[in-house]
């Protein structure tokens, strides 16, 4: 356990049992130094406790690199329930999560994220303060999430293609969830071409019939040729055995932890794909939540949410002039902001 912690940088471990419920959660805090850790609660029938510890861990440090690189002044963290392999009472197994979060006194401040649904957090909400984007607060980040990477997308599309906007280009997107449908519906809006997958073959089969679209199956999606790959699913897609296959020049997506490792950014290299950072594009919905939670207007939130694309555009450029992959630049950049508190004052002067 500590080898993982040590790995991730990861400050705190807690684990919460509920044996009325059935639930099993852990809540990893990565750093509290610019804020209370803001993360997502992320709900799924992990195989092994060990899968579990690693995947909280890593998503974890993740929200803490996206609030410092998004200027917020929040911290990171994030909370997995392995879901019981038995029939369980859903609202209950939420109470219970309610109460293990309230137990952390705001320190950890829950969100939604895969596998966790909005009536999910209402459940939680009746158990502890210390949870945003419920139907109470009616802050749902996953169109913010959606317009983030949206923006992204043409940032990415303009660096690697020299042209603007997604018109006629090939995009394969995988996974059709909460951010990955939107996404969808806004590039068949934009007129580019679409390919879906989803491990769900009735969902993707569903919103392509809607987009007069094509679907594959979800396996088969690393090996269609197309100009972008999106990941819109779950974490550990670009690997060692996806990354030979992958046919694209650019890869914007919304999924966390797409790298399953860090070698895969070089490999990413070594083959030219534009590979931009899962944690920068998907800042739309923590954006959205702290500006939210300021009571900030919609047109606000809206137009912080596109600086995403600026962001990007000047990191790539910084990028290259270091002869660093993006993801590189951006780990370094959001380490720094960590350690000398520029987060704190570029949200302040926001
Ligand atoms: P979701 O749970 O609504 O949707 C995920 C979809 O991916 C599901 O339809 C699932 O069947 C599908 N899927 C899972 N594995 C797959 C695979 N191997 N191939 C194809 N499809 C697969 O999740 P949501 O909210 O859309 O989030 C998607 C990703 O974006 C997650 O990694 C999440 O952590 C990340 N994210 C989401 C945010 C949000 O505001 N919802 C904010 C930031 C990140």
Known sequence: MF???????????????????????????????LGPA???????????EHTALNDVCRLARGMSYKAALAGLPLGGGKAVIMEPDKPYDRAALYRAFGDAVNRLGGRYITAMDAGTEITDLD????????????????MDPSPYTALGVFAALDAGIRHRFQRHGAKGLHIAIQGLGHVGSQLALMLARAGARLTLADLDPRRAQRLADRLNTRWVPADSLYDVACDIFMPCALGGVLNADTIPRLQA???VGAANNQLASDDDAQRLRQRDILYTPDYLNNAGGLISL??????EDRSTIRQKVLGIGRTLSQLLDQADQHHLSPAQMADRQAEQRLHDDTGKHAWEAA
């Open 38 to 48: 803001l993360g997502g609660c992320r709900c799924l029938p992990y195989p092994d």
């Open 123 to 138: 459940q939680v909400a009746t158990r502890t303060r210390h949870v945003w984007g419920f139907s109470g607060d009616g």
């Open 3 to 33: 080898a993982t912690l040590e790995q991730t940088d990861v400050a705190e471990l807690h684990q919460f049992r509920d044996p009325a419920t059935g639930l099993r959660a852990l809540i990893a805090l990565h750093s509290t130094r």
């Open 249 to 251: 020049g650019l890869i």
């Open 290 to 295: 702290a500006l939210g939670h300021r009571q």
